[in-house]
């Protein structure tokens, strides 16, 4: 097929997602005022504790076998990658614009951690409906896909949870001083502590430091050649306890995370499998009544994206134009001219299996917006959560065309 036809079959699904993410904006409306914020928070929940983890439990196991692992082992790698370029990118941004100590840790999110998930559960399936896609049959195309996109959704997961969330947690902790050094953030949201704790924290060292500038001089060498022995009990305590809180595990663990290793399990154990994947499958009730669940994913997904992105639109915080278009250029331009080469690469050597399916979804991991659960991170930290919404709006907008026009040369290279 030419590449104006593939470009018309890829415009398809993405005019899906946008309608009904048109559809989510009216609810979020102040004239519908049906989706608002908190029903979007508790839709929210139920997409991520209960939709979710369906879907992606059900298309594993009835696609994963110990035969298709040897397959699968790239996405982990090629996501590692794009994460990493990302922030070796976004990091290029934040010299190149001079964007201010509140907004680094947000601008190395957007460009490192990509909606890996949700815009594959929606794109994925309406383009296995057309015609003109190269990837055949309709029914094998949409199984195998949700499939891989249910990998790459948890895959994704646990890079924003490990990788995005700690970097700007980082640089949330940190604000505008002198204008050159960054200071410490007196007002900063850990669970469990207040503004209270922390002002009795800063007064404590504050005492500290003066009973330290009252003593005399002369007791300084005998303090400090003391040493006391740490037992290694203690010693490595001290090591998890700083992993652990490097690594919010909670997060780590998802629901998504989680139901893929459930789905690894079934698909990959004959016995399980055998008992719930079928047609007369003597399980398979547990198997429907999970694709049903499963089913409400998508469209919820697409209607808090759009019910999220009208906030962009109200909020009054303004973004340096520099830093959108740094954002734009490295999300559009940069990581998928990257992503081509480096998966092209790796088919001519051999690495990558020749299925096109598997390295359309590859490619497309290099072509997306930032992930939506950033903005939820800026609202955990309370740091530059108003200018998110903004950059989401610019972002979310000019990704109808990017990812059109990148899925469409995708396919095209394929066919």
Not at 26 to 32: G, N
Not at 113 to 138: H, M, T, V
Not at 168 to 175: D, K, P
Request: include cysteine; charged fraction near 10%.
């Amino acid at each position: 097929m030419g590449l104006l036809e593939l470009f018309i079959t890829a415009c398809v699904p993405v005019l899906n997602m946008l309608l009904v993410t048109g559809v989510g904006s009216f609810l979020a409306s102040d004239f519908a005022g049906i989706l608002g914020k908190e029903a979007r928070k508790h839709l929210n929940f139920v997409v991520f504790y209960v939709f979710n983890p369906c879907l992606v439990a059900t298309y594993l196991a009835k696609t994963i076998t110990l035969e298709s692992l040897a397959k699968l082992w790239f996405m982990p790698v090629n996501i590692l990658f794009a994460f990493t370029f990302g922030l070796i990118f976004g990091w290029i941004v934040v010299k190149v614009t001079g964007a201010p100590l509140k907004l680094r840790g947000l601008i190395l999110g957007c460009c490192s951690a990509g909606n890996l998930g949700n815009i594959f559960l929606i794109i994925i399936p309406a383009l296995c409906k057309e015609k003109g896609s190269p990837f055949g049959n309709p029914d094998a195309c949409q199984t195998y896909g949700l499939a891989y996109s249910s990998l790459s959704l948890a895959l994704g997961a646990v890079v924003l949870w490990t990788g995005a969330y700690n970097i700007i947690r980082a640089n949330s902790q940190v604000t505008e001083g002198d204008g050159n050094s960054p200071t410490p953030q007196t007002k900063v949201f850990v669970s469990g502590s207040t503004e209270g704790a922390v002002s009795e924290e800063n007064h404590s060292i504050s005492s500290n430091r003066l009973n330290e500038s009252t003593l005399p001089l002369i007791s300084s060498p005998t303090v400090s050649s003391k040493k006391t022995k740490i037992p290694l009990s203690e010693r490595a305590k001290k090591i998890v306890s700083s992993v652990s809180g490097a690594v919010d595990l909670k997060k780590l663990f998802a629901p998504s995370t989680i139901s893929v290793i459930v789905g690894f399990i079934i698909g990959g154990t004959p016995l399980i499998r055998n008992a719930m994947i079928g047609e007369n499958a003597p399980l398979r009730v547990f198997r429907e009544s999970a694709e049903l669940i499963g089913g409400g994913a998508i469209p919820s997904v697409t209607l808090i994206m759009g019910g999220n992105l009208i906030t962009g639109l109200r909020g009054g915080a303004s973004v340096q134009p520099s830093v959108i278009a740094g954002i734009v250029a490295v999300r559009y331009i940069l990581l998928p001219s990257v992503g081509t080469v480096l998966i092209k690469t790796a088919v001519r050597f051999g690495i990558i299996q020749p299925d096109p399916l598997y390295q359309f979804i590859l490619l497309l991991q290099y072509a997306v917006p930032p992930a939506m659960n950033i903005g939820t991170i800026t609202q955990l930290f309370g740091v530059g959560e108003s200018e998110c919404s903004v950059i989401f709006v610019w972002v979310y907008a000019l990704a109808s065309v990017a990812v059109t026009v990148w899925s469409a040369f995708f396919m095209w290279t394929l066919s």
